[in-house]
């Protein structure tokens, strides 16, 4: 999916997996994946963290032993913070991922559901995204 949405993504974004994005002191989760804006300062490949006023979109991987977290701890933080969208990835029994996605509700700093996408992911925010994820072997 990482790849996926970078061919997708305008060069002002980067794609990346399992970096640290910071909500707070007290709060650091590491997404799966997270899009954010590039910093204007040059990589150097060392980086570890996103600051969440970056953070366009965070998405967690569900799995067996974090669902809990994934499911309920995960968007609350997130949306919190602002970030404006969320992803909760899950394998389905065929094997192939199912992607619901949501966009926050910034009067309610709560997020509402933008769709279920079980073959295509086909969005128009946060940035124009079409992706076959009949094609996805893995996030």
């Given amino acids: ?9 305008p060069r002002s974004l980067r794609v990346a997996r ?3 994005v910071i909500l707070d002191r007290d709060d650091r989760p590491e997404p799966d994946l997270s899009i954010a804006r590039r910093s204007p300062l040059p990589l150097t490949g060392e980086e570890t963290f996103f600051p969440v006023a970056e953070t366009l979109l965070v998405a967690a991987a569900v799995s067996a032993d ?3 977290r994934d499911r309920r ?15 909760l990835v899950e394998r389905m029994d ?12 910034r ?6 559901p933008t769709g279920i996408h079980h073959d295509r992911l086909k ?3 946060p940035f124009t ?9 893995r996030m």
């Fill in 1 to 9: 999916m990482q790849s996926g949405l970078a061919r997708c993504a």
């Fill in 18 to 20: 399992q970096l640290t």
């Fill in 66 to 68: 974090t669902a809990a």
């Fill in 73 to 87: 701890r995960k968007p609350l933080l997130s949306a919190r913070a602002g970030t404006p969208h969320f992803w």
């Fill in 94 to 105: 065929n094997g192939r991922p199912t992607v619901h996605s949501y966009e926050l509700d």
């Fill in 107 to 112: 009067v309610g700093a709560t997020y509402e």
């Fill in 123 to 125: 969005l128009p925010a």
């Fill in 129 to 137: 995204i079409d992706i076959d994820l009949t094609e996805i072997d």
